[in-house]
């Protein structure tokens, strides 16, 4: 695994990780007793559904527990005039003729969709330590790749709303 975790990913991390052994395994083992308690388990899909449900949950915790132990904590400051973790970045795709906005984050909390891209990403680790101004080459796979400038940068510090990407 070795993620590269800001302190604040590993906090929220660990809040995760209190939510489901507090609330949501006492939901399950409640769920599981239920179904068990219908009678005949071998035609019972309520008592498997709940097993299935409680072994994700545990699956998750064990997942959660073992990235932040072998997480490399980064720090999540940049310079005041260069792209850094949880900055807000407008980039021109000079191919493309087109601006688009992304915030930089770790791999726990990236989202495309949502224009969060992660800071491993091809673009993400191009972005990283440029100024506004800047023209950058951004390599993808095969030795191919594109140029982008970056025409604005929005400094911010995590704040701990973007959510952590749940599997």
């Not at 083992?29 to 239920?34: C, F, G, L, S």
């Amino acid at each position: 695994m070795y993620d590269k975790l800001t302190q604040n990913d590993i906090k929220k991390l660990e809040e995760e990780i209190e939510y489901r052994k507090l609330i949501v395994r006492k939901e399950a083992i409640e769920a599981v007793k239920e179904a068990r308690a219908q009678g005949d388990l071998s035609e019972n899909f309520e008592y498997y559904a709940a097993k299935r449900d409680k072994n994700k949950n545990e699956s998750r915790i064990r997942y959660l527990e073992r990235m932040i132990k072998t997480a490399t904590i980064i720090p999540d400051t940049s310079g005041e005039d260069e792209v850094g973790l949880n900055n807000t970045v407008q980039v021109y795709f000079e191919d493309d003729d087109e601006t688009q906005t992304y915030k930089i984050v770790t791999t726990v909390r990236e989202n495309t969709l949502k224009g969060r891209i992660s800071n491993v990403s091809p673009l993400g680790k191009a972005l990283l330590g440029h100024k506004k101004g800047d023209r950058v080459y951004v390599q993808t796979a095969a030795g191919a790749g594109y140029y982008v400038v970056i025409q604005s940068i929005e400094n911010t510090t995590d704040d701990g709303t973007d959510p952590i990407r749940s599997f």
